[in-house]
Structure formats: structure tokens, C-alpha cells
């Protein structure tokens, strides 16, 4: 069974710096073709695709997002790291992690529940 | 980055409608194209991928098509339970990027 959980903080004050911890279960980033990414959805709006990284290692990002966002893995705690630079208000969004696959089916196939995190003074 | 642009915003239909939902890409993404279904407070559900594919335990009654620029999802009998947002997404390069979504409302 594959399941992926979002922990952090709920609440960071602007300028801050935001780390989220994607823990997953059911799968290896040592596998060949798997990846891990995640994706933002601000209340109300659309989802926004952020970052992913690779078995190998090979890391994406959002390029509007990419001077503020890093992504590691730890595949012995079986977690992917993101951080984002300089929180704002318009960050607030709900952080999902999910499992890519380079081959079949190509999509976020199993996503997390997600995790509210809101930018406020 | 490839824009993915769907159509309608929105919709109205009853119980038992046939739905049908487009997604078009701003340049050829071959059949790199996934849908998902999200739910008010829930996270989105994987349907469709490789445009036409169902994911495991997805009803028979979604279907997908296209290649391509143009996609379509379709909803064949809506069901109480469909009622929700879809997007779609495509996978055929970085960065991946997502539709602006459409609310599937009871009429």
C-alpha cells in the first residue's frame, strides 16, 4: 500500500523560510524511474506544479518558483525535503506531495492528504 | 511552459448527464495527458493518464480522448458522486503544469 503524508508548519510569517517534509510509504527512491514531487493549490484557485525529484537524483522546478525552492531526498527516512525562500501572503496554499513515474503512467499517481500552510504576520 | 487551457469553467448538469470536459495544450504533448477529480478539502484523485488510460478502480463510466493539442474527458452518466472539480495536466515535459480546472455543478 502506497500512502505519502505532508508535515510542517501551519503558519509562517512573511519572509520566512518554509520547509515541508513529504514522508512515504509502499515505494523506494532507489527505484529506477520513481519520483517524488509537489504541487500547491492557493483556497479557491487552480493547482500549481512546483518541484520534483528523480531516483537519481535529477531535480525540476516551477521556473517562476525556481530561485526561492529547493527539493532533497533522504532515502533512508523515506522523505522528500522542500524549502521555499522568502514566504508571502500569496503563498498560502494547501502542499500536496505525490509519486511520479517516468514510465507508465507518467502522472501523479498517489498524492498525500495535504497540508494548509498559511503566510501572515 | 506549455499552457493547458480547459473548457468550460463550469458546469450545470443533472444526475444521469452526459459531461463532456476539453483541455487543449499550446503545443503538441503527443498523449501525455492526465485528469483528476478533487473534491471540496480532499486531495485531487488520479482518473485518466496517457489521455485514454483508466487508473485503477476509476468507473468505466469516464473515458478519455485525444492527441495531440485537443483532449476531452468525457463522463458518460454523471453520477451524485462525480459532482467536482476536474483538471487536467500534462506530463510530456517539465515543467509539468495543470489546467485551470472545471466545477462540475448540479443543475
Known amino acids: 500500500q502506497i500512502t505519502l503524508k505532508e508535515s510542517g508548519p501551519t503558519l509562517v510569517k512573511p519572509t520566512q523560510t518554509l520547509t515541508l517534509t513529504c514522508t512515504f510509504s509502499?515505494?523506494?527512491?532507489?527505484?529506477?524511474?520513481?519520483?517524488v514531487g509537489w504541487i500547491r493549490q492557493p483556497p479557491g484557485k487552480a493547482l500549481e506544479w512546483l518541484a520534483l525529484i528523480y531516483w537519481n537524483d535529477d531535480k525540476r522546478y516551477s521556473p517562476s518558483l525556481n530561485s526561492r525552492l529547493t527539493i532533497t531526498k533522504d532515502t533512508s527516512k523515506n522523505q522528500v525535503v522542500l524549502t521555499m525562500t522568502n514566504m508571502d501572503p500569496v503563498d498560502t496554499a494547501t502542499y500536496y506531495c505525490?509519486?511520479?513515474?517516468?514510465?507508465?503512467?507518467?502522472?501523479?499517481?498517489?498524492w498525500g492528504q495535504g497540508t494548509l500552510v498559511t503566510v501572515s504576520s | 511552459d506549455i499552457q493547458m487551457t480547459q473548457s468550460p469553467s463550469s458546469l450545470s448538469a443533472s444526475v444521469g448527464d452526459r459531461v463532456t470536459i476539453t483541455c487543449r495544450a499550446s503545443q503538441s504533448i503527443s498523449n501525455y495527458l492526465n485528469w483528476y477529480q478533487q473534491k471540496p478539502g480532499k486531495a485531487p484523485k488520479p482518473l485518466i493518464y496517457?489521455?485514454?488510460s483508466l487508473q485503477s478502480g476509476v468507473s468505466s463510466r469516464f473515458s478519455g480522448s485525444g492527441s495531440g493539442t485537443d483532449f476531452t474527458l468525457t463522463i458518460s452518466s454523471l453520477q451524485p458522486e462525480d459532482f467536482a472539480s476536474y483538471y487536467c495536466?500534462?506530463?510530456?515535459?517539465?515543467?509539468?503544469?495543470f489546467g485551470q480546472g472545471t466545477k462540475v455543478e448540479i443543475k
Open positions: 509502499g515505494f523506494s527512491l532507489t527505484t529506477n524511474g520513481v519520483g
Open positions: 505525490a509519486r511520479e513515474t517516468v514510465t507508465t503512467p507518467r502522472s501523479s499517481d498517489f
Open positions: 495536466q500534462q506530463s510530456y515535459s517539465m515543467p509539468r503544469t
Open positions: 496517457a489521455a485514454s
